[in-house]
């Protein structure tokens, strides 16, 4: 299948949940999700998506979470995106916001040792 339209497809299932999240979802968990990404195999087998959130709950709980809302996610993705078979939704936690935090927290030691010098 051509890239363009696995990415026109992916770019359609990030703002299709994003929305789904924002408007459907009664979770508060749920809630705090953002969708960042998506990658579509091939085939349309397999659709890795990638999320952060926000909040007071750690990384297992929102995987869980994500994992037991699956199923209802793809149902309202397959009703809103026409392709013949919706692929299976993978969730996948983005670890860049926190590499960057984690960046910046080493960005501000050494302009804070270069200060006290």
Known sequence: MESIKLERIASQ????????????????????VTIIDAKVTNDLSLAKVYYSFMGDYDKITIQEELKNA?????????KK?????????????????EYGEHIDEILEEINSEKKNK
Not at 70 to 78: G, T
Not at 81 to 97: A, G, H, K, Q
């Open 13 to 32: 299932i990030v703002r299709e949940l994003s929305k789904i999240f924002y408007e459907e979802v009664h979770n508060e968990v749920l809630k705090s």
């Open 70 to 78: 699956s199923s209802f996610l793809r149902c309202e993705l397959a």
């Open 81 to 97: 995106i026409d392709v013949r078979t919706m692929p299976e939704l993978r969730f996948v936690y983005d670890e860049s916001t």
